[in-house]
Nanobody, 119 residues
């Protein structure tokens, strides 16, 4: 069993930055990803990092977001810069053995953390 706990969300003005954290317990060296879901929208892929530290990003991140991991702490981070109002959503951390950019590729999910970007 894997437990994921996100933190770091909050309210920020457009153009600002936030760093989300996701601490994993139960297993190590999993592929991990970030997804987000805005009200009335489907959950969408943001970024992922596999067990070899290869990273993948959604096009809308356009160099604004960076995913990284600390294997000692078993934590993955999402650094978000130049935030826009359309980035407002609940951000979810996900983990699985293989990973990928689709919701169905992940068995383990955190509870989510709210990110709100004001204009």
């Amino acid at each position: 069993q894997v437990e994921l706990v996100e933190s770091g969300g909050g309210l920020v003005q457009a153009g600002g930055s936030l760093r989300l954290s996701c601490a994993a317990s139960g297993r190590t060296l999993l592929a991990m990803g970030w997804f987000r879901q805005a009200p009335g929208m489907e959950r969408e892929f943001v970024a992922a990092i596999n067990r070899n530290d290869r990273t993948y990003y959604a096009d809308f991140t356009k160099g604004r977001f960076t995913i990284s991991r600390d294997n000692v702490k078993n934590t993955v981070y999402l650094q978000m810069n130049r935030l826009r109002p359309e980035d407002t959503a609940i951000y979810y951390c996900a983990a699985d053995v293989g990973g990928g950019n689709k919701v169905l590729q992940y068995d383990y999910w955190g509870q989510g953390t709210q990110v709100t970007v004001s204009s």
